[in-house]
């Protein structure tokens, strides 16, 4: 497993995936090693894998360098992506029950993370397609299907029947491997092909956080409908009792934090952002200055007033 570094996030669309995924396989075309589970979060993933000819180091650089290159080259980004070397803990000598402990637990990472309300049904993850009749067949299935059958006493593997055996996941100990802590709340509506936007609106903003820290500037994602924004801000702003009599000052400080959430949830255009919120261009870019100025120095009354449009949206 690997993860960006600082936090940030590493898999924002099913581009990224798709890119990722693609190398793995070819690895696995190759004869290089086996496959047998895997899945990939926001801000990290986890393979395990078997390596058929001794070159496992070998192989992860290509990955990862691969991945980098190409995931930086769709950003015009350039640095590192991932934190450093991946981490690997050998399983080959430990019993049945602790290989199968860890593909539950791999398994889990996107239902832990708040991503899918079951593992089946998060895309990116192989028990999506265990959980099916056909897969990759750069998947190895063989193992992990007869691990089905004999648990459950089948006579051959059912699909249906996987999350029985690897299923719900127990909290087994799988030393020397990290993973999310869980995510309270429910699961909001998002697309497979945008894993940010699979994210809740408070995690979204922790996973920019993190790109910020990494990379020093603002990344810009579709994550929220621009409408829900807007919502959000009007219930968040009748609620607050800012400045008495609510001037100018106190109407800004509301405009920073509309503008701020429609170019940074919303991917808005500037030009957008206007004709939303009824300003000029120009002052609409000064807003998104002041907005970025104020929570990169954390101020208080600014992340206040996020915080109470973030806690309006998760209401939605």
């Known amino acids: ?29 190759a004869g290089s090693w086996e496959v047998h589970a895997y899945c990939l979060l926001t801000n990290h993933f986890h393979l395990l894998v078997r390596s058929r000819d001794g070159q496992l180091p070998r192989h992860m650089a290509w990955l990862q360098c691969g991945f980098v290159r190409a995931f930086n080259r769709r950003r015009d980004r350039d640095g590192a992506l991932f934190r ?52 990759p067949s750069w998947l190895t299935r063989s193992r992990v299907e007869g691990a089905v059958a004999d648990t459950l006493g089948l006579a051959r593997f059912q699909p249906g029947c996987y999350e029985d055996a690897f299923g719900p996941y127990a909290a087994v100990a799988v030393q020397g491997i990290d993973g999310p802590a869980p995510v309270k709340g429910r699961r909001p509506p998002g697309s497979a092909a945008d894993l940010i936007g699979l994210a809740t609106p408070e995690a979204a903003l922790w996973l920019e956080q993190r790109a910020i820290l990494a990379d020093g500037r603002f990344p810009r994602r579709a994550c929220v409908d621009g409408a829900l924004v807007q919502r959000a801000v009007e219930s968040a702003r009748s609620l607050d009792p800012g400045c008495e009599p609510r001037g100018r000052r106190w109407q800004r400080s509301w405009a920073r934090v509309e503008t701020g959430m429609l170019r940074t949830l919303s991917g808005c255009s500037q030009a957008e952002v206007a004709r939303r919120i009824g300003r000029s261009p120009a002052d609409v870019s000064t807003l998104e200055r002041e907005d970025q100025a104020r929570r990169k120095a954390a101020e208080p009354h600014h992340r206040r007033r996020w915080r109470a449009a973030i806690d309006a949206m998760s209401r939605e």
Not at 91 to 103: L, S
Request: net charge positive; hydrophobic share 35%; aromatic share 12%.
């Open 1 to 29: 497993m690997n993860r960006g570094q600082a936090g940030r996030p590493v898999f924002e669309t099913g581009s990224d995936c798709h890119d990722f995924l693609a190398r793995a396989a070819s690895l696995a075309i």
């Open 84 to 135: 450093g070397r991946y981490v690997s803990k050998p399983i080959g000598g430990q019993d049945e029950t602790y290989w199968r402990a860890v593909i539950r637990y791999i398994d889990h990472n996107p239902v832990a993370a708040g991503l899918s309300l079951r593992a089946s049904e998060y895309p990116w993850g192989s028990a999506f397609h265990y959980a099916r009749p056909a897969g």
